[in-house]
């Protein structure tokens, strides 16, 4: 499932490093900071640019906006429901 921190924080616009797993790949739309061990977190922390974080801060809200957002879920059943 998709873990409520990670769909919050994307919804408030933040910048995403996130542990390299299907889950939050899914979540993310492929989108955000991936890192597989603390090493390359420290490496991409101190590499990224704050115009990346700014802009991917940007990304991850839009994404949310598209796929978590209440509307958007509600909308989806009624789709659903419209169908059956």
Do not use: H
């Amino acid at each position: 499932g998709t873990a409520p921190s990670l769909v919050e924080a994307m919804c408030l616009g933040l910048p995403i490093f996130s542990l390299d797993v299907e889950t939050n790949r899914e979540t993310t739309n492929e989108s955000a900071f991936f890192f597989d061990t603390a090493e390359e977190l420290v490496l991409r922390l101190n590499q990224t640019t704050e115009a990346a974080l700014i802009a991917n801060g940007e990304i991850m809200k839009m994404e949310a906006q598209s796929k978590y957002e209440w509307k958007t879920i509600a909308r989806q059943y009624l789709d659903l429901i419209k169908i059956v």
